[in-house]
């Protein structure tokens, strides 16, 4: 997107991203610096690339649009060739049945492009206006098939014999080698298909590649038994790991730039009984940090969670397993408290998200850096909150009670099922019951499922038999149950969640659902889901818990008492989006039963 200076003082100035008065400030900067202003004006952040398209899409009253590159059919993106896509940084991604195009571009306004492109795919054609990083991750599509990539590669790879223990020379591994090429396709279908962790694993004739997608692990294609020690070899020089020793694990981490974005790559390595297997976990660096609305808490729970973050001290616990997100909701929490008044201090293992501005320690056991270790050093550094990143230990859960009892805001981490069974548990711990009482604020437990793709989920109108099943799945009763069910949906309808999704219940019960197309598999996607969203269940501290915790409850006891009290559970906050169409009852029963 170029905007001509003429033009962007007219847009900022009538947007009222920037005074009049200050507009004469920035033209002189442009002129000392020998740019645009609109490269200083995104330069200096005074606003972003988001917000300025937006602006300029307002001026030239041309619809602005953000592409999901998932969601574009690649016999549609194809229309336009590749080439001529990337030159003019144009993608189509929609043909309507009266062959209406639906063109996006970062830059519109190019007037000789726009009429290129009309040649291209005919005069009968919709533009749109995109980011400059949007149109990048766009036109990424272009490249869809891992397989054909990789069996491209693979026909000039290593010479097949059937030797597990090859030796690896510098020439199979080097950055033009067809096993480096390997790599770099692995990595950007992975990143393309918004995966989380790429698994390289030997089996006894062939090296299996899967990907965990929206939480589900995928096989993508199985590679020569005989590139493995190549394979292998070649990350780990990325990754900066010992290339010649394969009998205990190995941790590393390396970075690539993909579509114009930072990722880090974390890497485990493991001995296994056909070889040596390695795990990559991708963590996107140039995320913004979410808003905690956007990853799926409303009501009730939104409103103790956010009274409880903005508390002057104590302890906030997030519980569930391991990939439940439980470290993308920290991340948004510390996120909207970070401000310049604060001083934020994290001990973490590892440092998954960098969050500007906040002060995050890695431990380290081998040099003592443990968590109960760095914690003690944390509170010598004048901190007002604090992160642990797992409560693993008794004496890491004393030091994180007795800095919430000494005026820190302390968050972090514990694996258990629910938000009631993390009391007990600390109690197991050693921590005196008045203590667990006086400093936690709430608890929260929480799962990941996947969302439903709203282009091709389709409505379903279940059985008697079907709705019974589901009653007593949910541990719900016929009635006053059914009633509250039907309330709590209206109040998420009115929160938004689930858009203008028909209402799935009335007074009686259970009218329609939502069920995922298992023919949908759009660019790597699981079938009929695209995306993840948190089921949620806010345990408040109260009176009645603490005196529970006092009696050394259960966690049946704290559980019956939270509900009673109005905690809506993660089944019951799962129900409510399946109901939404937000997801599904399988999801939420995968991801919930014990």
Request: hydrophobic letters at 40%.
């Amino acid at each position: 997107m170029r905007i001509s200076d003429t033009t962007i003082e007219k847009i900022l100035t009538s947007s009222g991203l920037i005074a009049a008065e200050q507009i004469d400030a920035l033209k002189q900067e442009a002129i000392d610096l020998k740019s645009s202003i609109q490269e200083v004006v995104l330069k200096k952040k005074i606003t972003d690339e988001t917000t300025l398209t937006k602006a300029f899409a307002q001026y030239l009253q041309i619809p602005y649009i953000e592409l999901t590159p998932r969601e574009i059919p690649v016999d549609v993106l194809n229309k336009i060739p590749e080439q001529v896509a990337r030159q003019y940084r144009a993608v189509l991604f929609k043909i309507d049945p009266d062959g209406t195009n639906h063109l996006a571009m970062d830059d519109p306004d190019d007037i000789q492009a726009v009429n290129f492109l009309e040649k291209e795919i005919g005069a009968n054609t919709k533009i749109y206006i995109a980011t400059s990083q949007n149109i990048v991750a766009a036109l990424e599509a272009y490249h869809s098939n891992v397989n054909d990539e990789l069996d491209k590669v693979m026909d000039i790879a290593i010479q097949p014999d059937n030797s597990q223990n090859e030796k690896v020379s510098t020439a199979d591994i080097d950055e033009k080698s067809p096993i480096a090429k390997t790599v770099n396709i692995l990595l950007e279908y992975a990143i393309r298909s918004n995966t989380s962790d790429i698994h390289i694993e030997p089996r006894e004739n062939f090296v299996q590649i899967r990907y965990r997608i929206d939480g589900i692990l995928k096989e993508v294609n199985r590679l020569p038994k005989n590139v493995l020690s190549a394979l292998i070899s070649r990350i780990k020089i990325l990754s900066n790991l010992k290339i010649d020793e394969h009998r205990i694990p190995q941790d590393g981490r390396f970075k690539i730039n993909v579509a114009g974005k930072q990722y880090a790559l974390r890497v485990s390595t493991l001995p296994v009984a056909d070889g040596e297997k390695l795990v990559m976990r991708i963590l996107d660096e140039s995320n913004q940090a979410v808003r905690l609305e956007s990853l799926g808490p409303w009501g009730q729970p939104l409103k103790l969670l956010k009274e409880a973050i903005t508390s002057p001290n104590g302890m906030v616990l997030v519980t569930g397993p391991t990939g439940s997100g439980k470290s993308t909701s920290l991340f948004s929490i510390l996120s909207s408290l970070n401000t310049p008044s604060v001083n934020i201090s994290t001990i973490e293992d590892p440092v998954e998200y960098r969050i500007p501005g906040v002060n995050q320690t890695q431990t380290n056991d081998k040099a003592g850096m443990t968590f109960a270790n760095g914690l003690r050093s944390l509170l010598r550094q004048d901190p007002n909150i604090i992160m642990v990143g797992e409560v693993r230990d008794s004496e890491t859960a004393d030091l994180s009670v007795q800095a919430a009892l000494t005026g820190h805001l302390v968050f972090s981490t514990l694996h258990t099922n629910d938000a009631a069974t993390c009391l007990p548990r600390l109690l197991d711990m050693g921590i005196e019951p008045f203590l667990i009482a006086s400093t936690i604020r709430v608890v929260v437990g929480q799962r990941l499922v996947r969302c439903l793709n709203k282009k091709t989920r389709k409505l379903y109108q279940p059985t008697e038999q079907e709705k019974q099943m589901i009653v007593k799945l949910f541990k719900l009763k016929p009635g006053q149950n059914f009633s509250y069910i039907h309330e709590l949906e209206k109040q998420a309808a009115a929160e938004g969640i689930g858009g203008d999704t028909p209402l799935g219940t009335d007074e009686n019960g259970i009218k329609n659902l939502w069920l995922a197309d298992k023919d949908d598999n759009i660019n790597g996607a699981t079938a009929g889901y695209l995306s993840r969203v948190g089921i949620y269940e806010v345990l408040h501290n109260s009176v009645n818990i603490q005196k529970l915790i006092m009696n050394n409850a259960t966690s049946n006891q704290i559980q019956e008492q939270a509900v009673a009290e109005g905690m809506i559970t993660m089944q019951a906050d799962g129900l409510i989006k399946a109901l939404r169409g937000e997801t599904t009852i399988e999801e939420i029963i995968r991801a919930t039963k014990e």
